[in-house]
């Protein structure tokens, strides 16, 4: 073009002018490079991959659930830190749950002793045995127990406790000869665990124990045997007959001060705070339980059971055991590779090619890892979905590749070989770039994200699509080169040792039938009035229905709260005539009163819920550090459990306990869930809004056509609304799994506008309704093989039964669905309506690669 025409242009057409100029020229220039060095460019490719994966000497592998799910400088990290340093030990439940018609019944009581039996006997290979791992609470004999109670009618039956009334001296004497035992909670104490006599039991023995016992007796006390039943059945006079349901508590030591989650962590980032001897002996548990079910069950009960380390063993086994069935995958996209690729004769079935394609995938993650674990990023249980999200993205781009060397004119495939992937690279590498550069920006503005497993995702994705996008100009291209001249020099591409001296290719295989395939249904089908009439009315039903909403509130939060303070309040009350309530206690009355309650028979249980600088001593001031247990009801979603999260902190810090060196909070493990789940919704919305943003000003600046940015943004937007709305329907909730899917879906729904919009400014002949008609017959089957090729990519994690892949299969055929709707079917009505006038700028002259 020359300089005066330039002149005459506006400011925005001089810009497209100066943007798709120099854009076409690098990639020309580059196309030129590698067809003339291809060897070299793929021996540079090779050495940056080697020296990329030297960062793998630093790659660590993040298994702390705490640094990969839960935002960082949140008050429940704060807390969560202050409560293991402070709360140095706690206990881990291993359940067993028995049911049956009717569980209090001998047969039952008799296999849940033999269940209690095995499972006290286990000893692990490294000799580590129960008593070594589990809670061990103060044990009282049954001789001391006697003294007490008669200590108890002394007082005239009063409730005055002996640890008040004797002197210290004496009482503490008594209670240092009291031994530990491990901490359980099982009806089978009714009985003292004694075999003799359970097996000797009878439905009658067995419901006028239960329901005779005293719940107020000073051993007693340790127990409530009627929360381990489930289904209770009560006569007329309220006395149990029968329950359902039973369980059965083991207790294990975790000392969280000794845990090291580098070591006792899995690879789904979803284990549970533990030492290597609990976790060791609670898969021997889980074994022993097994054993027990498979070759002592009866058929008149079931009998169902879990460690603590059993969920994280199934979500790090469903996440990692479906490895090899997911890799079919590639090799069913290798088969679907040859046959997009390749033609149907000896000479251009590209098979050496399409395997190396594939392997720009392979070479992108490699890189990508490296690098990241160089600079210090850690890898994610998420992350292991990346690879299968490449190899749609790469395939993406090796289609539009081969479609613009297939798109070379007559003239133009007569010229020397690094014209023509000059030529090819010309028109393909807009079009790449721009998907790849929106794909990048997508993952870069997910990375500022203050999700943990999120943020490193979004950054190795990022490097990835970039190393995808530079091994598929270089690496693939230079491949490309060297088995066109294989072909030029009719060498057989399965048998490549194998020459054809007088081959001739036949004519059937150099037909394009996939572009006559969509000239056909565009022109008869879709680009007829009726057609697009249609097409408008799909799009606005389908937006219309991802639209709809509902949501449920629940007020009721809390049962079943377990505290010490009432009891101390009692005890007090009772022995002491004081009422903590309403009378103001010294700090040494206080910690006196503490360490009588907590060493009192009645009340040594609520030793588990507190924890000391130095050991608790008999007769000696407690520090006060304590905790308060309860249970949530359950809640359906997060519109129900974040209200009642909120008010029972604001219970906690309501309190006069905040002030100076004191503190109050409350603090539940699945805190760490909910709260990830109150932000995921900010972060989805803000970084959702931030990538559309900067995806639309990436493709204005290169596309450098106002009217067909604003059209892909339609696209787009329209693709995220209905993916939204039919996750919704499909049973995915907003979570960090279907967050991270939304991030990448951005990236991915962008890419089949763009390659239209792109081709549509580049088709300078004809009317509207014409240059959209050629557009989809020469782009339209690259983008839907690039479609397809990610939904194979995608299709294997179906298989699998971890969430993250079936979430991410769910989300990724949403995107694919209707990305290639709005980018395929939609932009070419619209373009063919309104689209804007085509590019308007020079060409290269061939040879010498300079802008006229």
């Known amino acids: 073009m020359s300089n005066k025409k330039a002149a005459n242009l506006s400011w925005y057409q001089r810009f497209t002018y100066i943007v798709v100029n120099f854009t076409e020229y690098t990639f020309y220039s580059l196309g030129r490079k590698v067809g003339s060095n291809p060897k070299k460019a793929i021996l540079f490719c090779w050495i940056f991959v080697f020296l990329s994966a030297l960062g793998f000497l630093r790659f660590h592998h993040e298994k702390n659930p705490m640094k990969l799910w839960v935002p960082p400088n949140t ?6 830190e202050w409560l293991l340093q402070k709360f140095q030990i706690g206990y881990r439940p291993q359940v067993v749950q028995i049911i049956a018609q009717d569980v209090l019944t001998p047969e039952v009581l008799q296999y849940l002793l033999e269940l209690h039996i095995q499972v006290r006997n286990v000893k692990t290979s490294n000799n580590v045995t129960w008593p070594d791992v589990c809670f061990k609470i103060p044990k009282l004999e049954r001789g001391l127990i006697k003294m007490l109670e008669g200590v108890k009618k002394k007082y005239n039956g009063t409730e005055k406790d002996p640890s008040a009334t004797w002197n210290a001296a004496l009482y503490c004497s008594f209670v240092e000869t009291m031994k530990n035992e491990c901490f359980e909670k099982s009806i089978l104490g009714l009985w003292d665990f004694d075999s003799t006599i359970i097996n000797h039991l009878t439905k009658d023995n067995i419901i006028d124990t239960l329901n005779r016992y005293d719940k ?20 007329e006079t309220g006395h149990i007959v029968g329950a359902k349901s039973l369980q059965n508590f083991w207790m294990v030591l975790v000392n969280f001060s000794t845990v090291d989650m580098d070591k006792t962590g899995n690879y789904a980032g979803t284990a549970d705070w533990a030492s290597s001897d609990a976790l060791e002996w609670e898969s021997d548990f889980l074994n022993t339980v097994q054993f027990i079910k498979n070759n002592k069950s009866s058929d008149n009960l079931n009998l169902y059971y879990a460690a603590s380390r059993s969920f994280g063993d199934i979500s790090s086994k469903t996440m990692f055991q479906d490895i090899g069935i997911l890799c079919i995958g590639i090799f069913i996209m290798v088969i679907y590779v040859q046959f997009v690729i390749s033609k149907f ?35 994610g249980p998420v992350h292991t979905s990346l690879p299968f999200l490449l190899m749609g993205l790469g395939i993406d ?14 003239e133009q495939k007569k010229l020397p070989v690094p014209e023509r992937i000059g030529l090819m690279l010309k028109h393909a590498g807009v079009s790449i770039t721009v998907t790849s550069v929106t794909d990048i920006l997508a993952f870069i503005i997910g990375s500022s994200t203050i999700l943990p497993s999120l943020e490193s995702y979004c950054v190795y994705a990022a490097v990835a699509v970039l190393m995808t996008f530079i091994f598929a100009v270089t690496f693939f291209t230079a491949c490309f080169v060297l088995d066109q001249a294989r072909v030029e020099k009719k060498i057989n591409g399965i048998v490549v040792c194998y020459k054809h001296e007088h081959y001739e290719v036949n004519e059937c295989s150099q037909r394009q039938i996939s572009n006559r395939v969509f000239e056909y249904v565009y022109n008869k089908i879709i680009l007829t009035t009726p057609g697009k009439i249609c097409v408008i009315l799909i799009t606005v039903v389908c937006l219309g229905f991802s639209i709809e909403n509902t949501l449920s ?93 909120y008010r029972v ?22 805190f760490a869930t909910w709260i990830t789940d109150e932000v995921i919704d900010t972060e989805v919305i803000r970084n959702l809004q931030l990538a559309l943003l900067c995806v639309m000003t990436c493709t204005a600046l290169l596309i450098a056509d106002i009217q067909t940015c604003f059209w892909i943004f339609i696209c787009v937007l329209l693709t995220m609304i209905n993916v939204c709305g039919f996750m919704q329907r499909w049973g995915l909730t907003i979570d960090l799994v279907s967050c991270i899917g939304l991030e990448l879906a951005i990236g991915l729904c962008v890419d089949y506008a763009t390659h239209i919009g792109h081709t549509f400014l580049t088709i300078k002949n004809g009317t509207k309704r014409e240059r959209s008609l050629k557009t989809v017959t020469s782009i339209g ?41 709005h980018g395929v079917v939609l932009l070419p009505v619209v373009l063919s309506w309104i689209g804007p006038k085509p590019y308007n700028v020079g060409e290269i002259v061939q040879g010498d690669a300079e802008i006229t």
């Open 553 to 645: 509130t629940e007020k009721q939060i809390a049962f079943d709260i377990i505290s010490w303070v009432e009891p101390f309040r009692n005890y007090v009350k009772m022995n002491f005539q004081t009422d903590v309530y309403e009378e103001r206690l010294s700090d040494e009355y206080f910690s006196l009163y503490l360490s009588m309650f907590l060493f009192s028979p009645r009340n040594a249980i609520y030793q588990a819920n507190f924890r000391f600088e130095k050991p608790l001593k008999c007769g000696v001031p407690a520090p006060k550090m304590s905790s308060v247990d309860f249970h949530f009801k359950q809640f359906s979603g997060p519109e129900e459990h974040l209200p009642a999260m």
């Open 216 to 235: 107020n007796d000073i051993l007693e006390r340790f127990k409530n045997y009627e929360v381990l039943l489930g289904g209770i059945e009560r006569n």
């Open 397 to 410: 781009d090796m289609f539009v590749i081969m479609a613009c060397w297939e798109e070379l004119s007559k």
């Open 75 to 80: 008050k429940f990290i704060r807390d969560t």
């Open 345 to 379: 004769n000896w000479l251009e079935a590209r098979v050496t090619l399409g395997c190396l394609g594939l392997l720009t995938v392979a070479m992108s993650f490699i890189v990508s890892c490296g690098l990241c674990s160089l600079f210090g990023v850690s890898y």
């Open 649 to 670: 902190q604001e219970i906690a810090e309501s309190t006069n306990f905040t002030t100076g060196d004191k503190f109050a909070s409350a603090w539940s493990k699945v």
């Open 781 to 821: 089957s690259a983008v839907l093989y690039g479609g397809f090729s990610t939904f194979i990519g995608v299709f294997m994690l179906n298989q699998s039964d971890a969430y993250i892949f079936q979430s991410f299969f769910k989300i990724f055929f949403l995107v694919i669905l209707f990305g290639l709707f």
